[in-house]
């Protein structure tokens, strides 16, 4: 185990535990770091102190299952947002414990911004997200009536053009 553990205080510990425990990684990474920042540890090994808890609490974890992909749940949340969605898009996002993973994304006209649709990870077997990705968000996209953007389906890129670097800003009213 990483020896940053140490230097946990004992309260520290159980928050992380706990945050661990109910699958809530970046809450427990976020608690490490803040906790560890002061002594040098940075955000990288914060996330690693925290994958060896995942490991030592092994089965007392309880994973949360992964966002569902069909179109009623995907236009249920998307309906939840806050504005029109004006797109749907596939952007690629990794970290050091999960690899590289998909967001789905509503692309939203007003407020503009966007909202989180699902969190696409490397399904059974290893199989690669964008695929997945693709088809729920294209299936999505045509079911609300709005383009799909996916800059980069074949290789992980975190840097592709994003749906409004291409586009360009929604019209105003």
Do not use: C, I
């Not at 690899?99 to 399904?123: C, I, K, N, Q, Y």
């Amino acid at each position: 185990m990483s020896g940053w553990w140490a230097f946990l205080e004992e309260r520290t510990r159980r928050e992380v535990d706990a945050q661990v425990s109910s699958d809530r990684r970046m809450a427990a990474v976020k608690a490490v770091w803040e906790a560890l920042r002061p002594l040098g540890l940075g955000l990288h090994e914060a996330e690693l102190v925290v994958h060896k808890r995942y490991e030592a609490l092994g089965d007392r974890v309880r994973f949360r299952p992964p966002d569902p992909l069909d179109v009623r749940s995907l236009a249920a949340r998307a309906a939840a947002l806050p504005g029109r969605v004006t797109a749907v898009e596939a952007v690629w996002d990794g970290d050091t414990v999960n690899d590289w993973f998909v967001l789905l994304v509503a692309v939203l006209e007003r407020p503009a911004g966007e909202g989180s649709l699902a969190t696409v990870h490397h399904g059974p077997g290893g199989s690669a997200p964008a695929p997945a990705a693709a088809e729920a968000g294209r299936a999505l996209a045509d079911y609300l009536g709005v383009p799909f953007h996916f800059a980069s389906p074949d290789v992980p890129d975190d840097e592709a053009p994003r749906f409004r670097e291409v586009r360009g800003p929604s019209p105003g009213p």
